[in-house]
């Protein structure tokens, strides 16, 4: 079925797919806070580290005990135009008993930054982590966060004066990969993307980053589009010699995310793995 055949904004409006998610979220903020909190109070947490000019880029760093070398480093959904890293902290809970610290990066949103300042400042972000702590990272990211986070795998480091494997492997949560079907949709009016910077944003597109790995998870009961994302480019890099997996894991697509959070589910001690294989 080509998408010429299917309602997109149906199929890319995740709010209106997942009537409860005002719950959903409200019940994630109150996790997240009450996790920083515990954090803080323990002396674990450093929040709001500056890497740019604005309030919202900046990291919150949530240090495992003990620390084993390694980070991994977390970036939020909400269709590049909402939504806050402080709302998911309480992900930080799924790694930090396998000695892995994680940092969740914040950035500004569209409109008033268009989506390739977003991928950058990602970048910024990246190399303000590698300046302060001069290891690899891990990237996972949700939504918008699993195409940042599928870019940051297949950024040039090099030009931003990192290693050519700052981000040897990551994890990609029902994102967007291939950005030309939004261009018609309502939520374009904040994007602004024409089809040309569409693609040019796309990393379905980009050269595939060969020898690093991408594993991409989708909720079982998303749609097709978000399911098509994530296989596609999983099927794309993988025949161009990126280490790729795809998976359907229980869920919508925001409760495909609750694993995450808990250091005794599978999802969270694949990411263990990954993390340990990717960082030595």
């Not at 009450?34 to 890497?51: E, K, Q, S, T, V």
């Not at 890293?85 to 930090?96: E, K, R, T, W």
Request: proline content about 7%; overall charge neutral.
């Amino acid at each position: 079925m080509s998408t010429a055949d299917i309602d997109l904004e149906a199929e890319y409006n995740n709010r209106a797919r997942v009537p409860e998610h005002p719950e959903i979220f409200e019940r994630w903020r109150r996790a997240a806070e009450d996790f920083r909190n515990r954090m803080a109070a323990d002396g674990r947490a450093a929040l709001a580290i500056p890497y740019g000019n604005t309030p919202r880029q900046a990291i919150d760093l949530f240090a495992a005990k003990p620390e084993a070398g390694r980070l991994a480093v977390f970036i939020h959904g909400g269709y590049w135009r909402s939504l806050e890293p402080q709302m998911f902290s309480h992900l930080a809970g799924g790694l930090l008993p396998s000695g892995i610290s994680v940092a969740f990066i914040g950035y500004d949103l569209c409109p008033r930054v268009p989506v390739p300042g977003i991928v950058a400042q990602i970048g910024q972000a990246c190399a303000v982590l590698w300046r302060r702590f001069a290891r690899p990272m891990f990237v996972y990211g949700h939504s918008a966060g699993g195409h940042l986070a599928a870019c940051a795998l297949a950024t040039d480091w090099r030009a931003l004066g990192l290693p050519e494997r700052a981000v040897p492997a990551a994890t990609a949560i029902s994102g967007v990969f291939d950005l030309t079907p939004l261009v018609g949709l309502s939520m374009n009016a904040d994007l602004r993307l024409d089809p040309l910077e569409a693609r040019r944003v796309s990393p379905l597109f980009w050269p595939a980053p060969k020898d690093r790995s991408l594993d991409l998870i989708v909720g079982a009961d998303e749609s097709r589009e978000f399911l098509r994302q994530s296989r596609e480019i999983s099927e794309a890099w993988g025949r161009a010699g990126v280490r790729t997996r795809y998976e359907e894991a229980p869920g919508n697509h925001f409760t495909v995310l609750d694993a995450f959070g808990d250091p005794q589910s599978e999802a969270s001690r694949r990411l263990a793995r990954l993390i340990d294989t990717a960082l030595g």
